[in-house]
T-cell receptor
């Protein structure tokens, strides 16, 4: 399967704990995006990488959030000191160029208790 | 700030009927994307519309884009149960070579046999 993959698919954590999610994009795609989706809403943009460079971050991405794409391939999204408001589906997408389709992964569903 | 509005938010229709979902957006863009999402699943790309007047069709779905009116439509012809899902439109804006997508709130479509 050459689609976007994400790990883990589900994560339950207690408030105050740190969590890290991983995204493996489609192999030839150099653009990678993170979005967050809460129940009943459309996805909201969080951050974007072109190769290993993080070029844009949303204001939604507080200081507790950090994302990396160290070798321009897979990416990680870490949330420190999780809060209940962080509960959401975290979606990763990748694309080859800026006007092409973004292909989404299956998402990581986070529940903060 | 770019705003994307879809209507209706909820749509219940009988099999065999035709209907249209509308997507309005607030600022200039010539890139419009339609996605489908099944419950608990990720987003599946349906259409990419890259210019004014673009029209694309796949099976019972047809999407069009009017950039002057800042309006896209998704038309459903002779609906079947398999089309039940949530449909999102998303507008693309470029920053730093990034295609940041701003999504609408989605239209939850239920096809009744």
């Amino acid at each position: 399967d050459t689609g976007v993959s994400q790990d883990p698919r589900h994560k339950i954590t207690k408030r105050g704990q740190n969590v890290t999610f991983r995204c493996d994009p489609i192999s030839e795609h150099n653009r990678l995006y993170w979005y967050r989706q809460t129940l009943g809403q459309g996805p909201e943009f969080l951050t974007y990488f072109q190769n290993e460079a993080q070029l844009e971050k949303s204001r939604l991405l507080s200081d507790r959030f950090s994302a990396e794409r160290p070798k321009g391939s897979f990416s990680t999204l870490e949330i420190q000191r999780t809060e209940q408001g962080d509960s959401a589906m975290y979606l990763c997408a990748s694309s080859w160029s800026h006007s092409e389709t973004q292909y989404f992964g299956p998402g990581t569903r986070l529940l903060v208790l | 700030e770019l705003k994307v509005e879809q209507n209706p938010l909820f749509l219940s229709m009988q099999e065999g009927k035709n209907y249209t979902i509308y997507c309005n957006y607030s600022t200039t863009s010539d890139r419009l994307y339609w996605y489908r999402q099944d419950p608990g699943k990720s987003l599946e790309s349906l259409f990419v519309l890259l210019s004014n007047g673009a029209v694309k069709q796949e099976g019972r779905l047809m999407a069009s884009l009017d950039t002057k009116a800042r309006l896209s439509t998704l038309h459903i012809t002779a609906a079947v149960h398999d089309l039940s899902a949530t449909y999102f439109c998303a507008v693309g804006r470029s920053n730093f070579g990034n295609e940041k997508l701003t999504f609408g709130t989605g239209t939850r479509l239920t096809i009744i046999p």
